[in-house]
């Protein structure tokens, strides 16, 4: 096996990344050969016509990275019989970061991701009625209401955007679940918002008002950011919609507005929930989205174990 400047003798059947890893040549790998996520990928520069075709699973993903060229394969999958020669495409430290770390990076894929913006109205009239104290302290429990519910929910709070919350659902589900668990998300807020205000009832002249958005669609998730200042987030007009149906709940004087397209794949009947077609900056077709005065309803249309209940079903 052949690598810019170096050339080793391997058994006949092991993979490139094995071979690599064997003889100490620097080669970037972050899911340990399963597949994922291609940085181990090289390009053959030697002859190809006996190499083994690409698997289904090898072909996938360099069909997502956009990898047209034929002689670009992935290391962890290409068992070379005879000799090859190649040129790793990636810098190694990818994989390094992950050992040093001790952390996954995360370079970028493509998945069907629930997006969900919760916000907390009013923090600025606040301001001018209380102490900064005050307003942190509050804004604090507002968040930290918000995060419990999406974690409870099985989703997760991924990002802190002044008084609101961004979370995403569907990193390690099928997208039924996703779309159910955000629906959830959405309905426990709701309660603990109100137990919120319960508690400090005698505090604040107004109860705390929230808005939530929630839609979803294939996005862009990873690692953004510089060095080791990196966030891990979704990037994608499915998350910017989310963030935009949030904003608009404020007009249309709802707490909660969805997607349609998260109603039906959570299978939700639509009885309960206002139906309506608006426009959306940056989009040029209408959307049709649902919206709800009080979350808490979305919690009936989804049963505990994320079906939709047998009621709903004779409904429909
Ligand atoms: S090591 Fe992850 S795709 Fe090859």
Redesign the pocket.
């Known amino acids: 096996m052949s690598y810019p400047g170096k050339q080793v003798r391997v058994p006949k059947g092991l993979s490139i990344?094995e071979a690599s890893l064997r003889f100490k040549v620097p080669h970037?790998?972050?899911?340990?050969?399963?597949?994922?996520?291609?940085?181990?990928?090289v390009r053959v520069v030697s002859d190809r016509a006996s190499l083994p075709r690409p698997s289904r699973r090898e072909a996938f993903?360099l069909d997502r990275v956009g990898a047209g060229d034929p002689s670009i394969r992935?290391?962890?999958?290409l068992r070379p019989q005879t000799d090859v020669a190649v040129i790793p495409i990636l810098p190694p430290h990818i994989g390094a970061d992950f050992v040093r770390n001790r952390r996954r990076t995360n370079i970028g894929e493509e998945r069907y991701v629930v997006s969900m913006f919760v916000d907390m109205r009013g923090s600025t009239r606040l301001g001018e009625e209380r102490l900064p104290f005050d307003i942190v302290f509050l804004i604090n429990r507002f968040v930290d209401a918000a995060c419990q519910a999406v974690t409870e929910a099985g989703g997760q709070p991924n990002q802190f955007v002044g008084d609101g919350v961004l979370a995403l659902f569907g990193l390690d589900v099928d997208r039924g679940t996703a779309c159910r668990q955000a629906l959830r998300a959405a309905s426990l807020v709701a309660s603990k918002v109100a137990y919120l205000n319960h508690q400090f009832a005698t505090e604040v002249r107004d109860p705390i008002q929230y808005g939530i958005g929630i839609h979803a669609g294939e996005v862009i998730v990873g690692d953004i950011g510089f060095r080791d200042r990196t966030v891990f987030t979704a990037l994608g007009d499915a998350v910017n919609v989310a963030a935009r149906l949030q904003d608009m709940t404020k007009t249309l004087e709802c707490r909660v507005m969805l997607s349609e397209e998260v109603a039906s794949t959570a299978g939700i009947t639509l009885d309960l929930l206002k139906r309506q077609r608006i426009e959306i900056r940056g989009r040029v077709e209408p959307m049709t989205v649902l919206t709800a005065e009080d979350p808490t309803v979305l919690a009936g249309l989804i049963d505990p174990q994320g079906e939709t209940s047998e009621t709903e079903l004779e409904v429909a």
């Open positions: 990344l970037a790998s972050v899911c340990g050969g399963r597949a994922r996520y291609s940085p181990c990928r993903v992935l290391a962890c999958q």
